[in-house]
């Protein structure tokens, strides 16, 4: 039988998603968990890595397992077991071919930017911080120029192990509520670092450094050095993974996420 899940959980307190010999990661945390419900290893496999420090509303995950247990057992059962960091947020039996990443097409991001004076206290490991005054109507039209399938090399980690830099981003929006300004993407799939540099080099525009069509011109000189720094992990959220509705997996919105 193949499950999938879907996961939230605070970055701050783990070293990534992915399963290192430390042990202090989102899928050592969850395979531990599931082990204990199933009664031998469990290996999950999720729709997109996090790196230490990113967290997640909606992560989804899948794991095979031919042990029988209430689908209750995947949810409350596995969160009895799990660290107040990280929940099961719905469980769902699917179809053996589901894939929680190759069956996906899209995934959805939001950075949270605190934008005021003073460093966050409450908010701390939950926001980035910039603490000059930023113009979010500048930021938007720069955005706005990103949308579309273009090579994102200049926004792409020098260690990204994806094959093409070539991505379709469906959405780039930047808004702002009170002193945080929001910025959200969706595309197919996104390069290493990709949102948290895209995020470092709006914030240029947005502080007068840069005019909005210099996103264009990083986009046409795919040249990382000439890209703003990569911004902090803390502000990042995968906050929703999209795949075709006949796998019937819950529905989960966070249009109006923030950080608690």
Not at 140 to 146: S, T, V
Not at 170 to 183: H, T
Request: glycine share 10%; hydrophobic share 45%; aromatic share 12%.
């Amino acid at each position: 039988m193949r499950i999938a899940l879907g996961i939230e959980y605070d970055g701050s307190a783990f070293h990534g998603w992915q399963k290192q010999p430390s042990g202090r990661t989102v899928q050592n945390e969850l395979e531990f968990a599931l082990a204990r419900i199933a009664g031998v290893q469990v290996d999950v496999v999720c729709a997109g890595r996090t790196d230490a420090g990113v967290h997640a509303t909606g992560q989804v995950v899948h794991f095979d397992t031919y042990v029988e247990r209430p689908m209750t057992a995947w949810g409350r059962g596995v969160n009895a077991f799990l660290p107040p960091a990280v929940a099961v947020r719905w469980v769902q039996p699917v179809a053996d071919d589901f894939h929680a990443r190759f069956s996906a097409y899209g995934r959805r991001y939001r950075y949270i930017l605190l934008n005021r004076p003073q460093r966050p206290g409450l908010w701390e490991g939950r926001v980035g911080w910039y603490h000059h005054p930023l113009d979010v109507e500048v930021m938007q039209q720069a955005a706005a120029l990103l949308i579309g399938e273009h090579d994102f090399s200049a926004f792409r980690a020098a260690g990204c192990q994806a094959k093409t830099p070539i991505k379709l981003l469906r959405q780039a929006s930047v808004r702002r509520e009170g002193d945080l300004i929001l910025f959200d993407f969706e595309a197919s799939a996104f390069l290493h670092h990709m949102v948290r540099n895209l995020v470092g080099s709006l914030v240029y525009v947005g502080q007068g450094k840069n005019p909005p069509g210099w996103i264009a011109e990083l986009l046409t000189m795919a040249d990382r050095r000439l890209a703003a720094p990569t911004f902090a992990a803390g502000g990042l959220y995968l906050i929703g993974v999209q795949y075709e509705a006949h796998w019937r997996l819950p529905v989960v919105t966070e249009e109006s996420f923030l950080p608690g």
